[in-house]
């Protein structure tokens, strides 16, 4: 690990020569962002991967002779801190116990925390001493918070922005909601719940003595094939008055119905099990169904009713079943007879299907009880399908040969029209709970603000936006349309919390996911704002510095001149060229950042990429602060380093893949991290007097074919680890610059342990050593700044190595023979060694045969073909006459055809040369003579017949 106390000196000199402060000049610039984190508790390594990865890229641009801008603000909107310190006033043990032993916070601060801006300061204080010590390139003068008044009065342009284009309007509107706090929630408000989003559902009337039991589906198109309703016999039911009519619903769904429901009231509670037995009208066909019980019922989603649909729902499907095989609940509720008639009905054709898609699907997936894991996927292929390609069939009456997702809109129409049905929100999954602790419940708000994501004109400027970016990895740009294409209207505002009050309506707040969506342009003009009153920052000023919309120039109240170098400066930077995000921020916060661009800059402002971040494991379990299982990443910069955890997070997977902080690989990165320094100290052994590395920038003129196979090992990790770091690719990039570079070091050193006495070849490898030492040192800056820039400084680097120019890659070097070569070597010598072994003598002398030039030509002609068409390769040697013997010409043509699909053949090589140069290492290895022949003039027992092109004959004398 590199020393603390060196990787605060390299953090002092950084912040000292302000080296990350990047304003416009004439170099091509690079800028990039990362979600601004929300500091209401500490930093853990999950939140080291997420931050790393952008200051790697940052580093590596700049090396490249880029002026990078990496900024970092501070997202303390919404009601989460606000949560927070309304439990600890309260002295909620558990937030207390989160707070004193997850985050450390010392108890004379703690007390404080019952102020919420407190809280975000205290934390936000620490993100940034944290980010410090983590040897991030952020240009801090750009630091910002979105309660300061400068960014609020960004945000209310936004908003106003918006409204006057018709993107922001008022009505009703289904939201999550914390009854607690009696406030819409947002994902960052949850402790559990975070992306799961709103579903409607129709609530379906079936008929039963007066009264309505009400069941709430997806699908009320599958209405025609149900057969049965289902209810939890172990949960509490109970009778509702709504309007005129009284419905039956289990009575933990009563909460989230009457947040949407207007006028209801509880009547008193049912008997389930008089309920069970019972039968009930179909609205859509007149058919009654008998009411059944099962356990897999959840009395909290829609009304705790469902009604079942066995051709077309694996889930009812496999519960049919099950019951009719359950006695002694059919004898309990005397169903055993009833049921026996109830068989699946089918009602959609799908191609490929037979007439009961449900039983397809459970055979398909093997699934053979309720609880089976396939269930789920068998489901939800199913209704993807069905969806998509489904056709009603006859038995639906008027709805025969409508598409599936036709047929379902016109039901969903005539069940309301009739007062046959009703609609409910609901949550796709549960629980959802609010930090405060509650659950939340969907409420359907009638003043609500929103964003309307809905309409088709701006859907499809998104789209385009999308089009122009590059996504990274590729395979979710298709989850950007699907979400673009699924997103509604979304609530904006909020009651309670912190943040930019809506500027039309002072008693709403703009929510968290709202006012995060183009902050990127702030950014650019953060840094003039200290100067600035924020009251004079008005819809004209940000019109003309982002949208070069010229006004009355009295109506910016800021000077002209300082008005225009921050227009210079937004349009210097802008468009951003990277955005980068957590994968659960694609259906939100990522795709808003392109409805939001799209709609308020032109075009050639729009964004240019986004990287997509998996998630965070800890010893193979999902990271949670909440949970206490997370590692602070303060705690284990104390432990490791910062450079070691930078180098662990970036090599344990790539940024879009999931990662799992393990403490035995961290020891294990910690370990690898001494080989980079005592590379460092043996190269400085070997060359034997002071370094000065500035003379070693670019490659040596060697002779040897070992030094030149290093040179070109060296060049082809450069072109590989630049290749994969243009793309994001840390895990790759560090596996090149690091893990096979020091793989091949290794070799290296390996190769050269028999010819230490040789003066003249040790002066050509230590010119190769303080080469590549110099390289190593340049290639991983991005990765362990820290130590990097100590053996710069050590071997008398000028400057700071974060700004020396990345290494030059020299594609002449890479040579494939020569590569080709020292793989013969080596297999040379393994080969002697694994024939040792086999016959269990000490050799005397080993005879090493080349192969023949006319097996080279033969492979030259095989190579042409392209293919291993032995008659072509044949029929083409004997008419160049390359050899003789045309018995010989076919046996070697035959073991081409199996060969040259293993090997790479990268052209006739001097082969005899390669080996007589690398005889001292062969004999050494082999613990013999070694003879090399380009002619068999001594060959006892025939070996040479088997020398191939890349893979000499051997002879052993004993």
């Avoid at 629980?431 to 088709?456: A, H, M, N």
């Avoid at 190595?801 to 594609?811: K, M, Q």
């Avoid at 013997?885 to 090589?909: D, H, L, P, S």
């Amino acid at each position: 690990m590199t020393d603390i106390k060196i990787e605060e000196k390299w953090q002092r000199v950084w912040q000292e020569s302000n080296l990350f402060q990047s304003d416009p000049n004439n170099k091509k610039k690079v800028y990039v962002t990362v979600a601004y984190p929300y500091p209401s508790g500490a930093m853990h390594v999950g939140h080291g991967r997420t931050y790393t990865v952008p200051d790697v890229y940052a580093r590596f641009k700049r090396m490249q002779g880029y002026n990078v801008l990496f900024p970092m603000g501070w997202h303390v909107t919404g009601a989460p801190v606000v949560g927070i310190a309304k439990r600890i006033q309260r002295q909620d043990p558990w937030t207390i116990d989160i707070y004193k032993n997850i985050h450390k916070v010392p108890e004379s601060e703690l007390a404080k925390f019952t102020d919420p801006e407190y809280i975000v300061k205290y934390f936000g204080e620490e993100y940034h001493d944290v980010m410090t010590r983590m040897g991030y390139s952020i240009d801090w003068r750009r630091e910002f918070k979105t309660l300061d008044p400068h960014y609020q009065k960004f945000i209310e342009w936004q908003f106003r922005k918006l409204k006057n284009m018709g993107l922001v309007g008022i009505g009703e509107h289904p939201v999550k909601y914390c009854p607690e706090d009696q406030n819409p929630v947002g994902d960052h408000d949850l402790l559990e719940g975070e992306g799961v989003g709103i579903n409607e559902l129709t609530l379906i009337k079936f008929e039963l003595d007066g009264n309505y039991l009400v069941a709430a589906t997806f699908r009320p198109e599958t209405l025609f094939g149900a057969t049965n309703l289902w209810l939890n016999p172990d949960e509490d039911y109970i009778k509702i008055k709504i309007g005129d009519e009284k419905w039956i619903i289990a009575k933990d769904a009563y909460d989230n119905l009457t947040n949407q429901k207007k006028n209801i009231e509880i009547e008193g509670d049912i008997d389930t099990n008089e309920l069970v037995g019972k039968y009930v009208k179909n609205p859509l066909t007149g058919i009654e169904h008998i009411v059944l019980p099962a356990s897999f019922v959840d009395p909290e989603y829609g009304t705790g009713v469902v009604y079942s649909v066995p051709g077309h729902a694996p889930a009812d499907l496999i519960a049919l079943q099950d019951l009719k095989k359950n006695n002694e609940l059919l004898e309990k509720f005397g169903l055993v007879e009833k049921i026996e008639t109830i068989q699946p009905v089918g009602i959609i054709k799908l191609k490929g299907y037979g007439e009961i898609p449900a039983q397809d699907m459970l055979d398909k997936f093997d699934v053979k009880h309720q609880n089976d894991p396939n269930l789920k996927e068998a489901t939800n292929e199913i209704y993807k399908l069905e969806h998509a390609k489904g056709v009603m069939d006859e038995k639906t009456g008027d709805y025969n040969g409508y598409k599936v997702v036709d047929a379902r809109d016109e039901i969903i129409q005539l069940l309301l029209k009739d007062k046959l049905g009703d609609i409910l929100f609901e949550f796709a999954e549960r629980p959802v709970i609010c930090r405060c602790g509650t659950k939340c419940v969907v409420k359907i708000l009638e003043d609500q603000w929103f964003l309307k994501y809905s309409d088709e004109e701006w859907k499809e400027l998104t789209y385009q936006c999308l089009e122009s970016m590059n996504i990274i990895p590729e395979e979710i740009r298709a989850n950007f349309k699907y979400y673009i294409g699924w997103l509604q209207d979304w609530a904006c505002s909020r009651r309670i919390g912190l943040g930019t009050k809506l500027p039309w309506n002072t008693d709403w707040l703009i929510e968290p996911l709202s006012d995060s969506t183009i902050y990127m342009a702030y950014y650019t003009i953060a840094k003039y704002m200290n100067s600035i009153d924020p009251e004079d920052l008005n819809d004209e000023f940000f019109d003309e510095v982002f949208l070069d919309i010229k006004s009355d120039k009295s109506s910016v109240k800021i000077d002209s001149e300082l008005t225009k170098q921050m227009r210079d400066e937004f349009n210097y930077w802008y468009p951003l060229d990277w955005r980068l995000s957590a994968k659960d921020l694609v259906g939100n916060h990522l795709s808003f950042h392109m409805f939001h661009h799209s709609a308020i800059f032109p075009r050639d402002k729009w964004p240019q990429g986004i990287v997509v971040f998996g998630m965070g494991l800890l010893e193979g379990n999902k990271m949670s602060s909440s949970k206490g299982n997370i590692i602070m990443l303060e705690d284990a910069i104390n432990t490791y380093g910062s450079d070691v955890i930078r180098l662990f997070l970036m090599s344990s997977a790539e940024p879009w893949q999931d990662f799992d902080w393990r403490e035995n690989e961290v020891r294990g990165i910690s370990k690898r991290m001494e080989w980079f320094f005592e590379f460092a100290r043996r190269v400085e052994k070997i060359y034997g007097s002071q370094i000065l590395i500035m003379d070693h920038l670019n490659p040596p003129s060697v002779e040897q074919p070992i030094s030149k196979w290093m040179l070109a090992q060296v060049n082809m990790r450069i072109n590989d680890a630049t290749e994969a770091l243009e793309g994001f690719q840390t895990r790759k990039a560090l596996q090149d610059a690091f893990f096979l570079f020091k793989k091949d070091i290794d070799h290296l050193f390996y190769r050269i342990e028999h010819q230490s006495e040789d003066e003249e070849a040790m002066n050509e490898i230590a010119e190769v050593l303080v080469y590549i030492l110099g390289v190593w040192i340049r290639l991983m800056v991005p990765f362990v700044p820290h130590g990097c820039e100590e053996l710069w400084n050590k071997f008398g680097g000028e400057g700071l190595v974060s700004t020396t120019p990345w290494p030059e890659y020299f594609a002449e070097l890479v040579d494939e023979s020569v590569q080709k070569g020292e793989e013969i070597v080596h297999g040379l010598s393994q080969d002697i060694n694994e024939i040792k072994k086999v016959i269990n003598i000490k050799p005397q002398k080993i005879h090493v045969y080349v192969a023949p030039e006319w097996k080279w030509k033969l492979f030259e002609i095989a190579d042409g073909i392209g293919k291993p068409d032995i008659g072509k390769i044949m029929q083409t040697a004997i008419k160049q006459n390359i050899h003789d013997n045309k018995k010989e010409i076919a046996e070697f043509a035959k073991k081409i055809g199996r060969e040259m699909t293993k090997m790479k053949y990268v052209g006739i090589i001097d082969e005899y040369s390669i080996l007589k140069d690398s005889i001292e290492f062969l004999s050494g290895e082999a613990d013999a003579e070694i003879v090399i022949y380009d002619e068999p003039s001594y060959d006892p027992e025939n070996k040479s017949r088997n020398a191939m092109p890349y893979k000499p004959a051997i002879f052993i004398e004993g």
